[in-house]
């Protein structure tokens, strides 16, 4: 059976929302929670973007059996490894190991803040790997030191780990990425229901580990409301990682969706009440080889309604998929 997650979106809901969603989904019967990692929205009309970690802290405590997970937080710039390393430890110590850690290479739009310019996609490559190796040594709880082409760690220890290491999941499209997944992480991390991305993660390490995808929705009782909406705030996702991964600001992401039209971003996210529309989405990731798939509901003002039709209709026909 396919575990069905929730996603806190922080680029476009309000932190204390964020923290009482997350509440209201366990209430709902989610099986787990990821939120986003970002500085900026991808669109202005998102309007938000709080820090996720100290959304974590709060979640952590709001919830008592929700496992969390980062989807996914990027360790090669705006955040030192050896700084990712705590903070997931310290999520782990407050959950009781109900944290996994996701980890991806990242993008221009959050990580430029910091002033050093965007790496050629092999560079951030070989920045990640070092990454994360700093990140498992330091799991371990021995003092690290650490001297690599990109970055140096200075006996550097974690005082406060969970009971059991927090397991790594890490974001891959393919290629590269998805050999660094392979032989590093306890987990992948995919937005398309790519069979043959499992089957490379499998054949190079990664068989029988899971798999976590993502589907975003856009519920509403009014399907015509529900396009207006998606296209609104979801027309960015057509542009596909290889483009979302470069532009540097929301005006470009907005600049490169002027010609989207609603019924482009309808082909990949169900509109409206089609509680089957949504299943026959997720069967799609099941058959890929997907083990979780979390959804997202655009918009922040739509989330109750959603979170009482997941309870009501959504999760039970999921439950039979």
Same mark, same amino acid.
């Given at each position: 059976?396919?575990?069905?997650?929730?996603?806190?979106?922080?680029?476009?809901?309000?932190?204390?929302?964020?923290?009482?969603?997350?509440?209201?989904?366990?209430?709902?019967?989610?099986?787990?929670?990821?939120?986003?990692?970002?500085?900026?929205?991808?669109?202005?009309?998102?309007?938000?973007?709080?820090?996720?970690?100290?959304?974590?802290?709060?979640?952590?405590?709001?919830?008592?059996?929700?496992?969390?997970?980062?989807?996914?937080?990027?360790?090669?710039?705006?955040?030192?490894?050896?700084?990712?390393?705590?903070?997931?430890?310290?999520?782990?110590?407050?959950?009781?190991?109900?944290?996994?850690?996701?980890?991806?290479?990242?993008?221009?739009?959050?990580?430029? %803040?910091? #002033? *050093?310019?965007?790496?050629?996609? @092999?560079?951030?490559? $070989?920045?990640? +790997? !070092?990454?994360?190796?700093?990140?498992?040594?330091?799991?371990?709880?021995?003092?690290?030191?650490?001297?690599?082409?990109?970055?140096?760690?200075?006996?550097?220890?974690?005082?406060?780990?969970?009971?059991?290491?927090?397991?790594?999941?890490?974001?891959?499209?393919?290629?590269?990425?998805?050999?660094?997944?392979?032989?590093?992480?306890?987990?992948?991390?995919?937005?398309?229901?790519?069979?043959?991305?499992?089957?490379?993660?499998?054949?190079?390490?990664?068989?029988?580990?899971? %798999?976590? #995808? *993502?589907?975003?929705?856009?519920? @509403?009782?009014?399907? $015509?409301?529900? +396009? !207006?909406?998606?296209?609104?705030?979801?027309?960015?996702?057509?542009?596909?990682?290889?483009?979302?991964?470069?532009?540097?600001?929301?005006?470009?992401?907005?600049?490169?969706?002027?010609?989207?039209?609603?019924?482009?971003?309808?082909?990949?996210?169900?509109?409206?009440?089609?509680?089957?529309?949504?299943?026959?989405?997720?069967?799609?990731?099941?058959?890929?080889?997907?083990?979780?798939?979390?959804?997202?509901?655009?918009?922040?003002?739509?989330?109750?309604?959603?979170?009482?039709?997941?309870?009501?209709?959504?999760?039970?026909?999921?439950?039979?998929?």
């Amino acid at each position: 059976m396919v575990k069905i997650g929730y996603t806190m979106m922080c680029e476009q809901t309000p932190p204390g929302q964020l923290v009482d969603d997350v509440a209201e989904a366990e209430r709902a019967g989610f099986d787990y929670a990821v939120i986003s990692d970002h500085y900026f929205p991808w669109l202005e009309e998102m309007g938000h973007s709080p820090y996720a970690w100290s959304v974590l802290g709060a979640a952590a405590r709001a919830t008592e059996r929700l496992p969390l997970m980062t989807y996914v937080t990027c360790p090669i710039m705006r955040y030192h490894p050896a700084v990712v390393a705590q903070k997931a430890a310290t999520m782990g110590a407050l959950t009781r190991g109900r944290f996994t850690l996701g980890l991806g290479a990242g993008e221009n739009l959050n990580e430029h %803040v910091i #002033g *050093q310019g965007w790496p050629p996609a @092999d560079t951030r490559h $070989e920045m990640f +790997r !070092e990454a994360v190796e700093i990140i498992r040594e330091l799991f371990e709880g021995r003092y690290t030191t650490y001297h690599g082409e990109y970055f140096d760690v200075d006996s550097a220890k974690l005082f406060d780990l969970p009971g059991d290491p927090v397991p790594i999941a890490i974001a891959a499209s393919g290629g590269r990425s998805g050999e660094i997944a392979a032989e590093y992480g306890d987990a992948l991390v995919a937005i398309e229901p790519d069979a043959e991305l499992v089957g490379l993660f499998s054949a190079a390490g990664g068989r029988g580990k899971p %798999v976590y #995808g *993502q589907l975003a929705v856009s519920y @509403d009782r009014d399907a $015509e409301a529900a +396009r !207006e909406r998606a296209h609104r705030l979801w027309r960015w996702s057509v542009a596909g990682w290889k483009v979302m991964a470069e532009l540097p600001a929301p005006v470009n992401f907005a600049a490169y969706a002027r010609t989207v039209r609603p019924e482009d971003v309808a082909e990949s996210v169900p509109c409206g009440p089609d509680v089957d529309a949504v299943v026959e989405a997720v069967r799609r990731y099941a058959e890929a080889g997907f083990t979780h798939v979390a959804l997202v509901q655009i918009g922040h003002e739509h989330q109750r309604g959603f979170l009482d039709w997941s309870a009501g209709e959504l999760l039970p026909a999921l439950r039979r998929l």
